[in-house]
Antibody, heavy 119, light 107 residues
Framework: EVQLVQSGAELKKPGESLKISCKGLGFTFTHWIGWVRQMPGKGLEWMGNIYPGDSETRYSPSFQGQVTISVDRSISTAYLQWKRLKASDSAMYYC?????????????WGQGTLVTVSS | DIQMTQSPSSVSTSVGDRVTISCRAS??????LAWYQQKPGKAPKLLISEASTLQSGVPSRFSGSGSGTHFTLTISSLQPEDFATYYC?????????FGGGTKVEIK
C-alpha cells in the first residue's frame, strides 16, 4: 500500500529553524514529491517539487528562497526546511506524490504536518 | 505562470442534485487538469486526472470534461459524503497552480 507518512505537529517561535519530513512507503521512491501549503481556512498552494532520482528541485516563485526542499533517497524521505520561521508560516503542510504518467497531478498525499509559529 | 480560476466559490445544494463546477486556465493546458476533493481536516484526494480519467475507487457519479482552457467537474447526483471543497490543478507545467476551490454545502 502506498503511503506518505509525515512528521508530527510543530510549535515554534519566530526566527527558529524547522525541518519537517515525509517518508514514502510501499513504492519505489523515484516519483516526484511535492509540498503544498494550506493556510487556515484557505486553499492549496504548491510550494515546490523534488525528484529523488537526482534531487532536481523546482520551486514556486512565491516560495523560492523562503524554503528548502531536499531528499534522502536512502531512507525514502523528503524534507521541507525553513531557516528562520515567521508567524505567516503557520499553516498545514502536505507532501504528495506525483504519478509517473508524465503529467503533474498528485495521486497520493501525506496526512499533513501542522506548523504553528507563535511567540 | 498559469492562473486557474474556479467558479462558483461556493454552492448550496441538496442531496440528489446535479452539481457543475467550472475551472478556467489562463492559457491552454491541453488536457493536463486534475480535480481533487478535500473534506475538513483531511488531505486532498485525487478524483480525476487528465481532465476526464476517473481514479480507481471514485464513484461514477463524478465526471470531468474539457480541454484547452475550460474544464468542468460534474457530480450527477450529490450524495451526503460529497459535501466537501473541490480544487482543480493544472498539471501541464511548473509552477503548478491550483484553483481557489469550490465549497459544496448543504442547502
Amino acid at each position: 500500500e502506498v503511503q506518505l507518512v509525515q512528521s508530527g505537529a510543530e510549535l515554534k517561535k519566530p526566527g527558529e529553524s524547522l525541518k519537517i519530513s515525509c517518508k514514502g512507503l510501499g513504492f519505489t521512491f523515484t516519483h516526484w514529491i511535492g509540498w503544498v501549503r494550506q493556510m487556515p481556512g484557505k486553499g492549496l498552494e504548491w510550494m515546490g517539487n523534488i525528484y529523488p532520482g537526482d534531487s532536481e528541485t523546482r520551486y514556486s516563485p512565491s516560495f523560492q528562497g523562503q524554503v528548502t526542499i531536499s531528499v534522502d533517497r536512502s531512507i525514502s524521505t523528503a524534507y521541507l526546511q525553513w531557516k528562520r520561521l515567521k508567524a505567516s508560516d503557520s499553516a498545514m503542510y502536505y507532501c504528495a506524490r506525483q504519478d509517473d504518467s508524465g503529467s503533474f497531478e498528485f495521486d497520493y498525499w501525506g496526512q499533513g504536518t501542522l506548523v504553528t509559529v507563535s511567540s | 505562470d498559469i492562473q486557474m480560476t474556479q467558479s462558483p466559490s461556493s454552492v448550496s445544494t441538496s442531496v440528489g442534485d446535479r452539481v457543475t463546477i467550472s475551472c478556467r486556465a489562463s492559457q491552454g493546458i491541453d488536457r493536463w487538469l486534475a480535480w481533487y476533493q478535500q473534506k475538513p481536516g483531511k488531505a486532498p484526494k485525487l478524483l480525476i486526472s487528465e481532465a476526464s480519467t476517473l481514479q480507481s475507487g471514485v464513484p461514477s457519479r463524478f465526471s470531468g470534461s474539457g480541454s484547452g482552457t475550460h474544464f468542468t467537474l460534474t457530480i450527477s447526483s450529490l450524495q451526503p459524503e460529497d459535501f466537501a471543497t473541490y480544487y482543480c490543478q493544472q498539471a501541464d507545467s511548473f509552477p503548478l497552480t491550483f484553483g481557489g476551490g469550490t465549497k459544496v454545502e448543504i442547502k
